[in-house]
């Protein structure tokens, strides 16, 4: 399980532990930062309950540190709060599996994130992946035919070379895509466009092949 995420737009959030429903987080730990990323307010409790639509904190602190340096702490056995994920989001999102939700739930996940002012880039370019991926299909028939065509000039010319190329268009085409999700995910490129990067080069590039071919 991925132990830290951001709870809003200046919030973090640590949990050390989930059960299996995701209705229980043991060893919650709540991070509110300024718009300087100072830490202004932490709040620790031994656990976190979802119960009608509510999550609450049991046994647990607030620490508040306001701009003089002072700090003021309160203790609690009880308080509710304000959380953006259910608890379906802890046992999915957290675990940092996306292949364990559907598109449903990603879109549902990501609308809450947005809807909080933060972005969920890795599980948005995971969903647009699902949708571009099976189209490699496509491609790579496009590219290994052009390629094939090409080593001669005539149909039935250089059919072992022309696979052995279309082999290698293929490690690459894996490669391109591999590392344009890995941009995705890391939010340097948008989801829509990491996902689609790999298809839509290497079926130019099947294309140019293909009008290239004498016949």
Known sequence: ????TRVGADSLMHVTSVSVGGELLGGVRLFQFDRNFQLVDMTEANEGRYNDSTWTLYQGRQRRFPPDGTV?????DRQAIVLPLIPDDFTTWLAGDSE???????????????QQGTQAARLTTDYYSRIAFPFVTVVMVLVGVALSLRRSGTRGGGMAMGIGQALAVGFCYWTTHSIAIALG?????TPLIAAWMANVLFMSFGLYLMFKVRY
Not at 1 to 4: E, G, I, N, S
Not at 185 to 189: S, V
């Open 1 to 4: 399980m991925q132990p830290w």
């Open 72 to 76: 003021s702490t309160t203790v609690f």
């Open 185 to 189: 995910r890391g939010g340097t490129l």
């Open 100 to 114: 364990l939700m559907t598109f449903h739930d990603i879109r549902a996940y990501t609308r809450r994130r947005q």
